[in-house]
């Protein structure tokens, strides 16, 4: 099988006015150990992109526990959340408990792990957490208004002006994170970022290393540009994708979108 893919588009006529897509790229590894899911309640929107990591299997597994857990918060909690950020910075903390439990009997090699990104959405305000490698980005007018910064050591070089961007995705310590779900039981220091008011039109894109790691952000925002009425986001989510997949080939790895477009509320 060449790629596993999902695409789910969908517009709310009540209350939220959204266009949302998500798509999932193998590359060129043997399995796809990224998740992604978005997730429409009475009131509110969640976004997640989770990339496992851990032994064979063991990244997938994380992955979709990760998910489970903070869907099931999700859908358990009343709308729209109170409070926007604990109910994110809570949410992994348990989805990281989760993991740390099953990987309990596991050589710590072999645990189960996971960078992630995840985006709350209520009232036309935005809120996103994350850890590891995995962003959140947040687009306006063929602009990067904001993005996350990775929980990395070159990260810390780029800050330092130590490196250029153009340089992260071939560096040697490109693929050590500082911060994960799942491993040490120690849980990882969670902060969320918010609220970030939304305009119509603005594209919030969450994506694992895979992605980004082949598109620059200046192509990344100037992909989703036009988001008139003829903007086909199923459309460009799957086109950039392959993209970040075809610019990093022949070693590619697991490349993963979620996006949400605002288009407003009532």
């Avoid at 998740?35 to 976004?47: K, P, Q, T, V, Y």
């Avoid at 120690?186 to 290393?209: F, Y």
């Avoid at 540009?225 to 697991?254: C, L, Q, Y």
């Amino acid at each position: 099988m060449p790629h596993v893919a999902k695409v789910v588009n969908t517009v709310l006529e009540a209350r939220l006015q959204i266009e949302i897509a998500k798509y999932s790229h193998i590359g060129n590894r043997e399995e796809n150990q990224d998740r992604a899911e978005i997730l429409i309640g009475d009131h509110s929107i969640l976004a997640m992109v989770l990339d496992g990591m851990g032994g064979h299997s063991a990244g997938a597994e994380a992955a979709v526990t990760a998910i489970a857990t903070v869907s099931d918060k999700f859908r358990n909690s009343k709308q729209p959340l109170p409070f926007a950020e604990r109910f994110l910075t809570r949410s992994l903390a348990n989805a990281h408990d989760a993991l740390v439990t099953l990987g309990h009997s596991q050589d710590l090699d072999a645990k189960p792990r996971a960078t992630c990104a995840i985006c709350l959405v209520q009232k036309g305000i935005a809120y996103w957490s994350h850890l590891g490698d995995s962003r959140v980005y947040h687009l306006r007018d063929g602009v990067v208004l904001e993005r996350t910064r990775d929980h990395t050591h070159i990260e810390l070089l780029l800050r330092e002006g130590l490196i250029v961007e153009s340089e992260i995705a071939r560096h040697p310590m490109r693929s050590f994170v500082e911060h994960c779900l799942g491993g040490d039981p120690t849980k990882p220091p969670v902060t969320a970022s918010g609220p970030h008011k939304l305009q119509e039109n603005d594209v919030l894109l969450l994506c694992s290393d895979g992605f980004w790691g082949g598109m620059s952000d200046e192509a990344i925002a100037d992909a989703f540009a036009d988001t008139e009425e003829s903007f086909d986001v199923e459309e460009i989510v799957e086109k950039v994708v392959d993209a970040a997949v075809a610019s990093n080939s022949p070693s590619s790895d697991n490349t993963t979108v979620a996006v949400i477009v605002w288009r407003g509320s009532d």
